[in-house]
Structure formats: structure tokens, C-alpha cells
């Protein structure tokens, strides 16, 4: 049985993650809670004390073994009180239109402290009431005592006297009750929804669940905004994701940095990046990796095969023009460089990173990408370039990933933390691995560090720490 071990962060984490839900049920229990307090009758308390004098023996001294007695005999008179007869008389004497069960409900009749003392405590919705029955609970029982035991040891100590403050409802016991009944129910869903929460959050559940390496985590873009002494930096108008370009220095440009280096050491030609699901960060990646590859000097060409919903063009800042759909439906008369457009890295030291758009609109996308033209075309490009990143649509929705796949050294698979269940994303998977295709590892996007604090925290905290604007 695998060990769980105790995390406060973690605790902390569902807490925050649910504090939405948390806050919901703590208020809905201190809104019913007052609602009760509200509705409710009051409830006034009036109580008077008896005393059972010790019977003596002939020897006219009380000893140890008469107290014993007596304390033994108050007993008898808690439950004498509480009879039918004694209640049934106060009844008839006071006039009551209440029935037995009424009052009992509403009697207490104890011993103080296992002495001689009789303490008998009436609650009612009237404070006269109270007073008047408790009294007359005494006067009848004295009275019976005399005339069913032929004792005259029981006296009144205290009459009772009445009472105008309400003893219930009680807005604070009330309060608390509820608000800590609310809270306990919200924490209870917040972490049972969190034990069904199956979707992928870090790299351990890679791991776990996926079998696979973590080749990246992209933190979301809050770490960064968040530095401290940092001010924050707007990304400019011609970079919309180039997050490389416009923040070199930030926490995700290093993130891309340390994923280039995970890919460089494996030497590929042609990669393959793909997701799950749409907006998953996936086309933001290859953008930024291409930019990273190519300020080492590697020539770097990025091809949208995204022929339905293409994106690549606009993170380069580029018009769409003649592509991929061009080159093949050409059948020759157009040159695939002809067709190609650069975006300017760097004008000073002549880096760049070429793109190869999707081209005009077509209405069988998957067969086009399935076609041996497509084939050849991805050889001519794996001559010209030292890296070609394809861009394609998530595997999830339409089968081009699966079928780009065959043509690659290798795939990225991009996952957004937190969004998508482990079993739909393996499912994606098994897709690739029985069309072949070799899984080069992960990528997270939209890692929230600060949630996930006992992988990332210390590693992000300490790059803060050296951190200057």
C-alpha cells in the first residue's frame, strides 16, 4: 500500500483551490443558523431549590450514615417531582392548558453536587410561566412528601423568581454551531472533490499516471508578475507569445531555456508537437522553442499543420499566405521556398526562424497530411533545416497529430495542468504509440507553482531570491 505522506501545503493548496465552495457552505450554515435564531421562540428559565434535611436517629445526632440516606432518598425525590401525580396537581392548580409531556420537556430536576439540595429548573416560551411552575412544583411536592411518606424534612431554600432574559435561542452557541457545521461540510466536498480529481497537475502525475518523462514546466504567467522588486512587463504588440523575446529574463523564458536543452541532447530532426485539447499552450511552445533553438545558431523552420484553425502565423506576427496546401496541390509548379517566410530574431546577428504556413483553405485536411506528397515534402524539409517543429491540431479532436507523427523523429506532448482527466490523455496516447510514433516526453503548461509549492516552491523561491528588474 503506497504511503501518503502529510503535506500542510498541499492542505493549503485545496483549501485556496476550493475557497469559492468553502466560503459557500460556511455561510449558508451561518445564514441558517441565524434564520433559526430568528424564527425560532424564545425560551425563559426560572428555578428553585430544595433542601432534604438528613433523617436522625434516636440518638437525636445526624451521622454519616444518615447524610448517605438522605442523598439516596433525594433520588427517589428528582423522580417523585417528575411524576404524573405531582405535574398532573401543578396542572389543575395553575390552570395550565398544558398537557404532561409539555412540561416535562421543558423540567430538569437534579442534585447539586450529590448533596441534600433539590435543584428544580422549568423552561417555557412565558417567563411568569416558568416562575409560577416551579414554584408550584415545590409547594405540591412538600405537600405529597407529608401526606404519601409522612416526612417533613424537605424545605424551600430558594423560591423562583422571574426571569426576562431568554436563555434560547442562543445567537453565538447558534453561530457557532452552524458556521462550524458549514465549514466542516465545505472542507469535507472541497477535499472529496479534490480525491476525484483526476487530471494531470504535475510532473509526479506524468509519472504516475502517463508512464512518460517530463521534459518542461512552463509556470503560468502570475509567477513571473509576481517577482519580488520586479515591475511588471507588457509583452509587445508584435510578440503576443513570444514570451521569450519580450521577457528574456522571466521565470518561463528560463522554463523554455531548460526544455530546449532536454530536446537538444536527443539530437532530432523533425519533431512533432502536439495536445490533447485546444488552447492547452500547445502552438505558444513551438513559438517560443523555435525562438530558443534558434538564438543557438540552429536553423530552425516551423510548419503549421494546423490547416483548420492555424495559429503559428500570428504569434510570428506574419500574414497568412501560400503554404503547405499550396506546395502539394501544386503538383510541382510551386517550390516550398518559395513559400516559406522568416521572422527576424535578431537583424543584427542575422537570426531568424523560418515558418511554413498551412497555405489555402481545404476541405479534406487529414487526407492531405495522410498523402505522399506531404511525405516527400517533410524529407525535402528535414534537408534543409538543422530542426523542422510541426504544429499540429490536438489528437483529442481530429486524427492529423496521429498521422503527422509517422513522419517525426519524435512527439512533445503538451498538457495543461489541471484541465484534462489522465484517462483521456492516455487515451490520445495509445493513438500515437500504435500509429508508431516514438513520445519524446511532456511538456506542462500553466503550472500554478504556488499550488504546487512542495515540487516547485523551493526551486521558484530561490530564483526569486536572486532575482533583479
Same mark, same amino acid.
Given at each position: 500500500?503506497?504511503? $501518503?505522506?502529510?503535506?500542510?501545503?498541499?492542505?493549503?493548496?485545496?483549501?485556496?483551490?476550493?475557497?469559492?465552495?468553502?466560503?459557500?457552505?460556511?455561510?449558508?450554515?451561518?445564514g441558517?443558523a441565524?434564520?433559526?435564531c430568528?424564527?425560532?421562540?424564545?425560551?425563559?428559565?426560572?428555578?428553585?431549590?430544595?433542601?432534604?434535611?438528613?433523617?436522625?436517629?434516636?440518638?437525636?445526632?445526624?451521622?454519616?450514615?444518615?447524610?448517605?440516606?438522605? @442523598?439516596?432518598?433525594?433520588?427517589?425525590?428528582?423522580?417523585?417531582?417528575?411524576? @404524573? &401525580?405531582?405535574?398532573?396537581?401543578?396542572?389543575?392548580?395553575?390552570?395550565? !392548558?398544558?398537557?404532561?409531556?409539555?412540561?416535562?420537556?421543558?423540567?430538569?430536576?437534579?442534585?447539586?453536587?450529590?448533596?441534600?439540595?433539590?435543584?428544580?429548573?422549568?423552561?417555557?416560551?412565558?417567563?411568569?410561566?416558568?416562575?409560577?411552575? #416551579?414554584?408550584?412544583?415545590?409547594?405540591?411536592?412538600?405537600?405529597?412528601?407529608?401526606?404519601?411518606?409522612?416526612?417533613?424534612?424537605?424545605?424551600?431554600?430558594?423560591? #423562583?423568581?422571574?426571569?426576562?432574559?431568554p436563555?434560547? %435561542?442562543?445567537? $453565538?452557541?447558534?453561530?457557532?454551531?452552524?458556521?462550524?457545521?458549514?465549514?466542516?461540510?465545505?472542507?469535507?466536498?472541497?477535499?472529496?472533490?479534490?480525491?476525484?480529481?483526476?487530471?494531470?497537475?504535475?510532473? /509526479?502525475?506524468?509519472?504516475?499516471?502517463?508512464?512518460?518523462?517530463?521534459?518542461?514546466?512552463? %509556470?503560468?504567467?502570475?509567477?513571473?508578475?509576481?517577482?519580488v522588486?520586479? !515591475?511588471?512587463?507588457?509583452?509587445?504588440?508584435? $510578440?503576443?507569445?513570444?514570451?521569450?523575446?519580450?521577457? %528574456?529574463?522571466?521565470?518561463?523564458?528560463?522554463?523554455?531555456?531548460?526544455?530546449?536543452?532536454?530536446?537538444?541532447?536527443?539530437?532530432?530532426?523533425?519533431?512533432?508537437?502536439?495536445?490533447?485539447?485546444?488552447?492547452?499552450?500547445?502552438?505558444?511552445?513551438?513559438?517560443?522553442?523555435?525562438?530558443?533553438?534558434?538564438?543557438?545558431?540552429?536553423?530552425?523552420?516551423?510548419?503549421?499543420?494546423?490547416?483548420?484553425k492555424?495559429?503559428?502565423?500570428?504569434?510570428?506576427?506574419?500574414?497568412?499566405?501560400?503554404?503547405?496546401?499550396?506546395?502539394?496541390?501544386?503538383?510541382?509548379?510551386?517550390?516550398?521556398g518559395?513559400?516559406? @517566410?522568416?521572422?527576424?530574431?535578431d537583424?543584427?546577428?542575422?537570426?531568424?526562424?523560418?515558418?511554413?504556413?498551412p497555405?489555402?483553405k481545404?476541405?479534406?485536411?487529414?487526407?492531405?497530411?495522410?498523402? !505522399? &506528397?506531404? /511525405? $516527400?515534402?517533410?524529407?525535402?524539409?528535414?534537408?534543409?533545416?538543422?530542426?523542422?517543429?510541426?504544429?499540429?491540431? %490536438?489528437?483529442?479532436?481530429?486524427?492529423d497529430?496521429?498521422?503527422?507523427?509517422?513522419?517525426?523523429?519524435?512527439?512533445?506532448?503538451?498538457?495543461?495542468?489541471?484541465?484534462?482527466?489522465?484517462?483521456?490523455?492516455?487515451?490520445?496516447?495509445?493513438?500515437? @504509440?500504435?500509429? &508508431? #510514433?516514438?513520445?519524446?516526453?511532456?511538456?506542462?503548461?500553466?503550472?500554478?507553482?504556488?499550488?504546487? !509549492?512542495?515540487?516547485?516552491?523551493?526551486?521558484?523561491?530561490?530564483?526569486?531570491?536572486?532575482?533583479?528588474?
Open positions: 500500500m503506497e504511503e $501518503t505522506e502529510f503535506d500542510f501545503n498541499n492542505i493549503l493548496s485545496i483549501v485556496g483551490k476550493r475557497i469559492l465552495l468553502i466560503l459557500f457552505f460556511l455561510i449558508l450554515g451561518l441558517g441565524f434564520f433559526y430568528s424564527s425560532a421562540s424564545e425560551k425563559f428559565q426560572s428555578s428553585t431549590t430544595l433542601y432534604a434535611k438528613p433523617q436522625m436517629m434516636n440518638t437525636g445526632e445526624i451521622n454519616y450514615n444518615d447524610i448517605l440516606s438522605s @442523598q439516596k432518598l433525594v433520588k427517589t425525590y428528582s423522580q417523585i417531582i417528575k411524576s @404524573q &401525580k405531582i405535574v398532573g396537581q401543578v396542572i389543575q392548580n395553575l390552570k395550565l !392548558k398544558m398537557s404532561y409531556s409539555e412540561i416535562i420537556s421543558g423540567l430538569q430536576v437534579s442534585s447539586v453536587n450529590d448533596t441534600e439540595i433539590i435543584s428544580i429548573v422549568v423552561t417555557t416560551e412565558d417567563s411568569a410561566l416558568s416562575r409560577d411552575i #416551579a414554584n408550584e412544583l415545590a409547594r405540591v411536592f412538600i405537600a405529597e412528601i407529608k401526606e404519601m411518606m409522612t416526612l417533613d424534612n424537605v424545605s424551600i431554600i430558594d423560591e #423562583a423568581t422571574e426571569n426576562k432574559n436563555v434560547a %435561542p442562543s445567537y $453565538t452557541k447558534m453561530l457557532i454551531l452552524g458556521g462550524g457545521a458549514g465549514l466542516c461540510i465545505g472542507l469535507f466536498l472541497a477535499f472529496l472533490l479534490e480525491s476525484m480529481n483526476e487530471k494531470i497537475k504535475n510532473h /509526479e502525475d506524468v509519472k504516475k499516471y502517463l508512464k512518460l518523462k517530463s521534459l518542461g514546466v512552463i %509556470p503560468n504567467y502570475s509567477m513571473d508578475d509576481d517577482a522588486g520586479r !515591475k511588471k512587463k507588457v509583452l509587445q504588440a508584435n $510578440t503576443p507569445t513570444l514570451k521569450l523575446l519580450a521577457d %528574456p529574463t522571466s521565470v518561463i523564458s528560463e522554463s523554455f531555456r531548460m526544455l530546449r536543452t532536454n530536446l537538444n541532447f536527443m539530437d532530432l530532426k523533425v519533431i512533432n508537437v502536439t495536445s490533447t485539447l485546444p488552447s492547452e499552450g500547445k502552438s505558444e511552445v513551438i513559438c517560443n522553442l523555435a525562438v530558443a533553438f534558434s538564438l543557438i545558431g540552429k536553423r530552425v523552420l516551423v510548419v503549421d499543420c494546423d490547416l483548420r492555424p495559429k503559428i502565423h500570428r504569434n510570428f506576427n506574419l500574414p497568412r499566405r501560400e503554404g503547405i496546401s499550396n506546395v502539394i496541390l501544386s503538383n510541382g509548379t510551386l517550390n516550398v518559395d513559400v516559406i @517566410q522568416s521572422y527576424e530574431v537583424k543584427g546577428k542575422n537570426i531568424k526562424v523560418d515558418v511554413l504556413g497555405g489555402a481545404v476541405s479534406n485536411p487529414s487526407e492531405l497530411i495522410n498523402s !505522399k &506528397k506531404f /511525405e $516527400t515534402l517533410v524529407h525535402e524539409l528535414r534537408d534543409m533545416y538543422d530542426l523542422v517543429l510541426m504544429d499540429c491540431p %490536438p489528437i483529442f479532436m481530429m486524427t497529430g496521429v498521422l503527422a507523427s509517422k513522419l517525426s523523429d519524435g512527439v512533445v506532448y503538451v498538457i495543461e495542468s489541471d484541465r484534462a482527466d489522465y484517462q483521456v490523455i492516455n487515451s490520445c496516447i495509445e493513438q500515437l @504509440q500504435n500509429s &508508431k #510514433a516514438f513520445i519524446l516526453g511532456t511538456v506542462l503548461t500553466k503550472v500554478n507553482v504556488k499550488r504546487q !509549492k512542495k515540487l516547485y516552491g523551493h526551486k521558484y523561491d530561490y530564483y526569486y531570491s536572486n532575482y533583479e528588474a
